[in-house]
């Protein structure tokens, strides 16, 4: 049987890149791979901008419904942005074997004014036409239960082969913190930005942030140093800072997060400062990282970890390590994924 992929993004696309192209890569997995338009921007003005693309996208998903009868498939997260789960679940009700992967609250995401297709209508859709349905975390699968009863947890996983270890853990003449994601969830550094500039005038402080060149956070652009994301160089760069930060806001999209900054961190062994946000909790508890809710609690974690000793940053850093690879690393999770995407 052949293995199908179904995504909204490209390689391009972290959620697709994490939940799917990685796993196929580790796994060293053939697919006919399916993706919308190829890249990681699927907004309704870009598909505006390029409807001819858009035409060719959705009548290639009409023929892979007929292409992937009896045969696997594995849907991550959304296969269109103008569907709200109707051309999701054709395809996975037509495969012999259908696998539907969520990483994020996408219960919580609606129609809108300015958007009339609904991923919460897609992502139920989907979890009741699947014969397996993947949770990123316990928070994500407990909603999926009230639609599915095949619902597995696999975490979003690190491949520790693609991260450099720190192993100096000495702070040079100014502490340096790191940030990576997405330039949507760059809104989150703005919540402690009292906290970074207090550590920046008092200690020099500086944060090097991974993601979009394009990006902004007004308030913090002083002390950033922006670096844009590339697979050549992000696990490196994360071990010349001295810690990582993860910061979230208590509501209910951010209580479905899988912690996947900490993860990284901890895959470079960084100490690691969280808010204690959904599973957040859990994985800063496992590796001995700080959490911190309000702005004086992130100005104390962040003080603790820059006047640490050597000594104790490096204990941090590397028992968040061995927790990142015995919890959640590809090593650790691979053959789940795989008996559950590739059964019998």
């Given amino acids: 049987m052949t293995l199908h992929t179904v995504a909204r993004y490209g390689r391009g696309g972290a959620s697709s890149r994490v939940r799917l192209y990685d796993w196929l890569d580790y796994l060293s997995l053939d697919a006919v791979e399916n993706n919308y338009l190829g890249g990681n921007d699927t907004s309704l003005r870009f598909v505006i901008r390029n409807a001819g693309a858009v035409l060719r996208a959705e009548r290639a998903l009409r023929r892979l419904v007929t292409d992937c009868q009896g045969q696997r498939l594995i849907l991550s997260r959304s296969a269109s942005p103008l569907s709200s789960g109707g051309i999701e679940e054709r395809l996975l009700r037509a495969a012999g074997h259908a696998v539907y992967d969520f990483d994020d609250a996408l219960y919580e995401r609606g129609r809108t004014r300015t958007n009339p297709f609904s991923l919460s209508d897609t992502w139920r859709r989907s979890c009741a036409a699947a014969d397996v349905v993947i949770a990123g975390n316990e928070e994500l699968a407990s909603h999926a239960l009230a639609v599915s009863r095949n619902v597995h947890v696999i975490p979003s996983c690190v491949n520790l082969e693609h991260y450099t270890a720190k192993t100096d853990f000495e702070i040079g003449a100014a502490p340096r913190g790191v940030w990576i994601g997405s330039a949507s969830t760059e809104k989150y550094l703005a919540h402690i930005a009292p906290s970074l500039l207090k550590l920046h005038r008092e200690a020099g402080l500086r944060l090097t942030v991974i993601s979009h060149p394009q990006s902004s956070v007004p308030e913090l ?108 690393s590809f090593t650790a999770w691979g053959s789940a994924w795989k008996s559950l995407v590739l059964p019998g």
């Fill in 221 to 328: 652009e002083g002390l950033i140093d922006r670096v844009p994301w590339q697979a050549s160089t992000f696990g490196s760069l994360l071990a010349q800072a001295d810690f990582g930060i993860m910061p979230l806001t208590d509501e209910p999209w951010s209580r479905g997060k899988c912690a996947y900054k900490l993860l990284q961190y901890g895959a470079a062994n960084l100490p690691v400062i969280g808010s204690p946000v959904g599973v957040n909790e859990q994985v800063i508890s496992g590796m001995g990282g700080l959490a911190a809710s309000t702005e004086s609690e992130w100005s104390e974690a962040l003080h603790a970890v820059i006047h640490d000793s050597a000594e104790g940053r490096s204990l941090r850093g590397r028992q968040g390590g061995e927790y990142i690879a015995q919890n959640f």
